[in-house]
């Protein structure tokens, strides 16, 4: 159909009432975009007339009918806004004789489509969803069009402004600022920026946060401005109120601390020398924690005292501190001890059945002394309970949780025990978590003078008796070994105080072994040759230190600690000696 065709069509009254009684906005476009039929709800509508030029009115709408006249599209669907209106435009090819002679538009109101939508049934219900989620946020949400004009706005976000929505939703974010609503708008710079906007800033006393995000429709063009704002005003104080708190804490831990080394001083436990003074102090540090702990050391040191102090200055000070000798109790006795048993679980068994010392001891301590000693048998048993807390008494069939810290010690090699078979490996480091290594009495020589004088004045003060010691019985009394450790100072102390049958207390009083060990200990110039050195007469007395040191004492970093030199001097002067 020719342009002139077309002309004499869209004339036809016919034609022009099938247009009209169609009901929709259309128009008819020939092939040089000049517009040649309207409905009447065109006319009403666009502000266009029959004869404009589509490609001087709507340029942008021209090029992609354009594409339909000449064929290399056949159909499209174009969003369009003319006046105030959004459309979405439907473009067909009108053919005649099977070429393309004209384009017909049908378009469809955007609000007529949005009112369509809103009345199916699926859109009304996830409406009705999403209303829920934003209404019952607790963070305050609002959302702003493409220009930052407010179009929704939930009650947390009224709450947070102390404003009803009706009075902000239809506003421009720019009016809003001019008018002092807030101070920076994150939805009007993500609406400029198109990026994502944070903000911190200060409204009425209060601290807001508020985050725009910027949502795109499918051609990449700014749609929605969702805005979620939150008052950390009740944040801010309760994290200023936590390091409030935490400072109290430290400052309150600060005087335990202060508390716990005035109650360390006042018990008998005394701490003069630099091995014992780490002892305590690692004592007093893992005290805080709840690990196990293995404490090392030979008989008579006072690794029970060590316990007691560790416990004492724990979170379970309040409850029980439960401890069992397990080299005291005979092997078939002792698992019936440590996990209890139920009624007939083995002859001579209390009808009642009885707790074992694990249960006696929950939620507090449990103190395993001589833990070498234990049974295999029973090691499987204490290596579960170190792993997942729960033990089983002797004839039940069900384990019970019991919330125990252990504490284990031991005077004997426990790694030689493991290469023996006689230890289990796994066991070992589980009770190994935190190792404590009490020195023995000959190696905390700074001790052992403050040690005799405070049990010759507890053993007085008990006795009701006065008793001191000579110079002589001190000097003695200070350069013995110990073999005993503190046990035998305590014993000798006691023995002196009670024996003693005068207030003074001189070297006939002391125990054969003491005085012994001092006479072998003396030197004299008789017993060295006539024409020694001054230098001969060190070596000598510096190897037979030295043969008496390899006697006492295990190594030579003990050797060296104990002569207060390095041990790389030890080794030398092993070695010039001939004692290695």
């Known amino acids: 159909m020719h342009n002139s065709d077309m002309q004499t069509l869209s004339t036809t009254p016919q034609l022009q009432a099938l247009a009209d009684a169609t009901a929709r906005v259309m128009i008819v476009v020939d092939l040089q975009g000049t517009i040649t039929l309207l409905s009447k709800l065109a006319l009403k509508q666009l502000n266009l007339s029959a004869g404009d030029s589509l490609e001087s009115e709507l340029p942008g709408f021209w090029l992609q009918v354009s594409k339909i006249l000449d064929g290399s599209q056949v159909s499209c669907e174009i969003p369009l806004q003319i006046v105030d209106r959004e459309y979405l435009v439907g473009v067909n090819p009108y053919l005649e004789n099977e070429r393309i002679c004209a384009a017909v538009c049908i378009l469809v109101d955007g609000t007529q489509l949005d009112t369509m939508t809103r009345r199916l049934p699926s859109f009304q219900t996830l409406s009705r969803e999403l209303d829920t989620i934003i209404d019952s946020s607790s963070d305050g949400l609002f959302v702003c069009d493409a220009s930052a004009n407010v179009i929704r706005m939930n009650p947390a976000s009224e709450k947070i402004h102390n404003l009803s929505a009706s009075k902000i939703v239809g506003r421009n974010m720019r009016e809003l600022i001019e008018d002092g609503f807030i101070s920076r708008s994150a939805a009007l710079e993500a609406t400029e920026s198109k990026r994502r906007v944070s903000l911190l800033q200060d409204k009425d006393g209060h601290k807001l946060i508020s985050i725009a995000t910027p949502v795109f429709d499918d051609q ?29 804490k430290d400052s309150f831990r600060d005087q335990m601390v202060a508390m716990q080394q005035t109650e360390l001083d006042s018990q008998q436990i005394i701490a003069r020398s630099p091995a014992m003074v780490r002892a305590l102090q690692q004592s007093i540090k893992v005290a805080k924690a709840d690990s196990s702990v293995l404490i090392l050391g030979e008989s008579g040191v006072g690794k029970g005292l060590i316990a007691d102090l560790i416990h004492k200055n724990s979170v379970r000070a309040e409850q029980p501190l439960i401890k069992i000798n397990c080299g005291a109790i005979p092997e078939s006795l002792i698992e019936a001890e440590l996990f209890g048993y139920e009624k007939g679980a083995f002859t001579g068994a209390l009808a009642s059945g009885k707790p074992g010392h694990f249960e006696l001891a929950d939620k507090g301590t449990l103190f395993l002394d001589e833990v070498a000693e234990l049974p295999l048998s029973s090691q499987v048993k204490l290596l579960r309970f170190l792993e997942d807390g729960r033990i089983t008494r002797l004839g039940d069939t069900k384990s019970r949780t019991v ?54 004045d507890q053993f007085t003060r008990k006795t009701g008796s006065r008793r001191r010691l000579t110079r002589a019985a001190l000097d003695s009394l200070s350069v013995y070994p110990y073999p005993g450790n503190v046990r035998e100072l305590m014993n000798i102390c006691e023995r002196l105080v009670v024996m003693s049958e005068t207030e003074l207390i001189d070297l006939s009083d002391l125990p054969t072994q003491v005085t012994s060990h001092a006479q072998q200990n003396e030197f004299s110039n008789a017993n060295l040759p ?51």
Do not use: W
Not at 223 to 237: F, G, K
Not at 422 to 434: E, K, S, T, W
């Open 403 to 456: 919330n125990v810290r252990v504490l284990a010690a031991t005077h004997q090699d426990l790694e030689k025990m493991v290469e023996q078979s006689r230890f289990r490996l796994d066991l070992y480091y589980r009770l190994n978590v935190i190792p404590i290594q009490v020195p023995a009495v000959r190696d905390r020589h700074d001790c052992i003078i403050p040690l005799i004088r405070h049990y010759i």
């Open 220 to 248: 990449g063009e700014l749609n929605r401005v969702v805005v979620s704002e939150r008052d950390i005003t009740e944040i801010d104080n309760l994290q200023r109120e936590l390091e409030k708190q935490e400072a109290i």
């Open 530 to 580: 006539p024409g020694t050195s001054l230098q001969q007469a060190l070596d000598q007395v510096e190897k037979e230190l030295l043969k008496k040191a390899l006697q006492q004492f295990h190594n030579q970093t003990e050797i060296a600690q104990a002569l207060d030199v390095n041990q790389s001097t030890i080794a030398r002067k092993l070695k010039k000696h001939g004692l290695r």
